[in-house]
């Protein structure tokens, strides 16, 4: 388990490096000029140079990309061009927000994703069976701002039950969860069908149900356990889809976390910004996919992990 | 064995039950008319091939047919005063377990994988009884302790994937008889099972069946099973019983024609006793070429799977399938490569097409086999071809089985267009079936039709030898008689080796010139057969050749030579060096190996 623990952190390393090389080379290439963003318009020619030799921009790429690892591994992750305070601080400061925005996701997600998918199969083929996959079908496919925006409109603005945007109670947390998790919601609901579609046809549902064991705990004993497995692994995956979901939901909910803070840093070509939370994304994605292969062999004895 | 029992009132009876499944063109029966009654303490066999309904009777009984795709159509099913066949789920839910309990045939994905051999016991336990926690797991210890499982304290906190398939089926007995059922249903508890871990099954199921006086409904397909254990028998043929009656009549003067021919097709083991060669030959000398060349040749043959772990991903252990064996198949010859499931005899026959990596050399008709180079390995398939056991996973369901007959050939590019189309029409004549079937899809063909297009394909190449995995032990035993025949006719004929590997005694007696026993990766006993089958020498044969139950009613077994325990492990910690046993020739090449040197054979007559 130690060793396996281990074996991963490794790979994770090796695979945030490589994040890092990918990233810094595509916004090597981007046209935009950080130096003359920085300066502004008006700014000589002069003042541009002067700040790309502060700023080291004007060594060849492979310099700039050391000098860039050897900070990195002192945890400085550089300071923005234009809010001139330290990256890791601006991200510190606003990844409480997003993760708790994550963590309402994924529990409105699994919850909705979860039971609609059981219902659905255990009432295969029929009415209720058709709905939920309709419904689960426009969470796939329905634009996250205009889920948020429709949310909005009939939650907070016709029935009030909650406030408009903003940040702070459990009130203002429900809806935009609601929107980020709705997608995951959908694609998990689709799963859950056919995973616990396949599960009851197992013969040891049949065993259970030889024994005269109520349907009840058919379904929620023996075929729960091994349907959800399947899911956990998506769960670790969710979260890279969840990066790109809080840019949107973020903007249109007013709320303070990371999302923001990249939109608004992919506007002014704030590279170190770009660079930051890219990063932090790949450590959440990697971290998730951790997480989610530890769990599964809580559930099931069958995986060992060496 | 109860005439006594006639005279009272039968537990179960069921009288006109129809059962239908939908299909397209409306409902199609799959039971029609059944009879039948069971008396207390008796057991009952139904015997049929596969789709005679003999499961769906079954699952009939328990209501647990899948549906609404099949349901009970008409007639009753009379448990006490009670018809089953109108009950509510709700009163049904009693039923099952408490007073039917039924046990599957394939003991490896019967039971929960992600719950404890003890939380599955004790739910079947508290499912009817209501009682405390501590009392159902006493419950649960004693039920493992009747079916006679070694250590079962630590099996209750033990997972199904830990348990072998013969403790499995044992676990399942116990969950059916925990609450003393009237009646236990047996859907082919033993057909997945190797024959010592059928016999210890069946001894068991008997010895608790007389303990408890509980009425046995047994299902399956294998006449020597039926023969060791029913008092009555029942038929079945495309849902209907066409022969009812005690077990002696049925075997001994059997009335109806559908019974004479199932019994005819069943090949006894000792049937071809002193003859020399395969049922079809038997009696003919061989063409005799003095001293053939080996068409194939295997030295030392050695079969290693690493199993990876650590911080650094290393090898940390391995499963030792195959170690050291040594064999040659001369040309026309059949060698049967026989072992219970996990001895290696699989490997070896994948090792030999090359489709795993190996040690040790083999030679096919006489060139040798590089297991790296690709080149060698390409010329080497056209001359080494297989057959394997599932027909109907082998088969690509979205090719035409005439592209699937012809694709060696245009792989190995030797024929296309018309000529492609000759040559494959002439391979489906071959293998009796008609050149118009070529255009259609695998699912359009029976489990015999699909093997013989199997061997349709294998035999495109024209290849010297046929590696034969377990080919018939998927089909019913008239099919089966008949695939049997076309292989010994082909052989005949063109002079194919066959490398015949198989589980099944009664099988490999009627095909093969020589018979190699394997065990634990290595050959114990390899002789003609009529000296291995007929005078065997390695107690592991013997035990095996006694666990095949014979379709005699007149020839069974009170008590079952018994195979203490498991056998023994083939993974190893890394370092380990296996010993290779020394096969001793005891006369006219029966080469037996030294019993002391045999690993942990575990025996107890």
């Given at each position: 388990m130690a060793a396996y623990i281990f074996r991963r952190l490794v790979q994770a390393f090796l695979i945030l490096l490589g994040v890092s090389l990918v990233t810094f080379v595509l916004l090597y290439l981007v046209p935009a000029d950080p130096a003359r963003q920085i300066a502004g318009r008006s700014a000589t020619a002069e003042t541009v140079a002067n700040i790309r030799e502060q700023l080291g921009l004007n060594l060849p790429f492979h310099e700039q990309y050391l000098r860039y690892l050897g900070r990195l591994v002192q945890g400085d992750l550089g300071r923005s061009y234009l809010q001139k305070t330290e990256v890791s601080a601006l991200i510190a400061s606003r990844l409480p927000a997003s993760l708790l925005l994550m963590a309402g996701a994924i529990v409105c997600e699994l919850l909705l994703g979860l039971t609609m998918g059981m219902v659905a199969a255990v009432r295969r083929n029929t009415r209720i069976d058709q709905g939920l996959m309709v419904l689960s079908f426009v969470g796939v496919s329905a634009p996250q701002f205009v889920v948020g925006i429709l949310l909005l409109y009939v939650f907070a603005v016709q029935f009030g039950w909650f406030p408009i945007g903003g940040y702070g109670t459990f009130a203002h947390l429900v809806l935009p969860s609601v929107t980020l998790g709705f997608l995951g919601a959908g694609w998990y609901s689709r799963m859950m069908r056919s995973s616990m579609l396949d599960v009851l046809r197992q013969d040891y549902i049949r065993t259970a149900r030889a024994k005269g064991v109520t349907r009840l705990r058919v379904i929620l004993r023996h075929a729960l356990p091994n349907a959800i497995l399947p899911i956990i692994a998506m769960i670790g995956i969710d979260i890279g889809l969840f990066m790109s979901g809080i840019v949107v939901v973020e903007s249109v909910f007013g709320w303070p976390g990371i999302g923001q803070l990249t939109w608004q840093a992919i506007q002014r070509v704030d590279i170190p910004i770009i660079m930051g939370v890219t990063l932090v994304s790949a450590c959440a994605i990697v971290l998730g996919n951790l997480l989610a292969d530890l769990i599964a062999p809580l559930i099931d004895p069958r995986i060992k992990l060496r | 064995m109860d005439t006594s029992a006639d005279a009272r009132k039968p537990v179960l009876s069921v009288r006109g039950l129809r059962t239908v499944v939908a299909t397209p063109d409306g409902p199609r029966p799959v039971v029609d008319g059944l009879d039948f009654d069971l008396h207390p303490g008796e057991t009952l066999c139904i015997a049929g091939e596969s789709g005679s309904g003999k499961s769906m009777t079954a699952l009939s009984i328990m209501r647990l047919l899948p549906e609404p795709m099949a349901r009970i159509a008409g007639g009753s099913i009379l448990l006490g005063d009670r018809d089953l066949a109108r009950l509510g789920e709700g009163e049904m839910r009693h039923v099952r377990g408490n007073e039917i309990a039924m046990i599957f045939q394939e003991p490896m994905t019967s039971l929960n994988p992600v719950m404890t051999i003890g939380s599955q016991l004790t739910e079947a336990l508290t499912a009817h009884r209501p009682m405390a926690s501590a009392e159902a797991r006493a419950a649960a210890l004693e039920a493992l302790k009747a079916v006679r499982i070694s250590e079962p304290e630590r099996r209750l906190r033990q997972y199904p994937h830990e348990l072998s398939g013969g403790m499995r089926q044992r676990v399942m007995i116990a969950m059916a008889l925990a609450l003393n059922p009237k009646v236990l249903i047996a859907d082919e508890?033993?057909?997945?099972?190797d024959v010592t871990v059928q016999a210890q099954i069946l001894e068991l199921i008997r010895d608790l069946q007389r303990q408890t006086g509980t009425a046995l409904i047994m299902i399956t397909h294998d006449m020597g099973v039926v023969a060791e254990m029913a008092d009555r028998v029942a038929v079945m043929n495309r849902g209907e019983v066409v022969e009812q009656g005690p077990v002696r009549e049925i075997f001994h003067a059997p009335k109806d024609p559908y019974t004479r021919e199932l019994l005819a097709a069943v090949p006894k083991l000792g049937a071809l006793k002193g003859i020399e060669g395969p049922l079809r030959t038997a009696g003919q000398a061989r063409p005799a070429t003095p001293q053939p060349e080996p068409v194939v040749a295997v030295r030392d043959l050695t079969v290693r799977f690493d199993i990876r772990g650590g911080a650094l991903n290393r090898v940390v252990r391995r499963v030792h399938a195959v170690e050291g064996i040594s064999f040659e198949i001369k040309p026309g010859e059949t060698l049967a490569l026989v072992g219970e499931s996990g001895c290696g005899k699989s490997t070896t026959g994948r090792a030999l097409v090359g489709l795993l990596p190996f040690q040790g050399t083999i030679h096919i008709a006489g060139r040798q086999v590089n297991g790296r180079d690709r080149q060698s390995i390409r010329a080497m398939r056209r001359d080494i071809q297989m057959i394997f056991q599932d027909p109907y996973a082998s088969l690509d369901p979205r090719m035409t089985v005439g592209d699937l007959v012809g694709e060696p050939l245009v792989v190995h590019g030797l024929a296309k267009g018309q000529e492609l189309e000759d040559r494959v029409a002439s391979l489906f004549t071959r293998v009796g079936l008609q050149r118009d079937h070529m255009r259609r899809h695998p699912h359009e063909f029976s489990g015999g039709q699909r093997q013989r297009i199997c061997i349709a394909r294998a035999l495109s190449l024209e290849p010297k030898v046929i590696i034969a995995d377990e080919s018939v032990s998927a089909l019913d035993v008239s099919v089966q008689a008949r695939v049997l025949d076309l292989l010994q006719e082909l052989q005949s004929e063109l002079g194919i080796s066959y490398l015949f590997i198989s589980h099944d005694m009664a099988v490999v007696e009627q095909i093969s010139h020589r018979v190699a026993v394997m065990y634990l990766g290595q050959i114990v006993e390899m002789g003609t057969r009529s000296q291995v089958l007929d005078t065997p020498r390695h107690p592991y044969t013997q035990r095996l050749i006694e666990a095949v139950p014979i379709a005699d009613p007149d020839r069974r077994r009170e008590s079952f030579a018994r195979l203490q325990g498991d056998v023994p492990s083939p993974v190893h910690e890394v370092g380990y060096v296996p010993r290779h046993l020394r096969l001793r020739d005891v006369g006219d090449g029966h080469l037996v190996a030294d019993e002391d040197e045999t690993p942990a054979l575990g025996c107890a007559a």
């Open positions: - | 508890p033993t057909t997945a099972l």
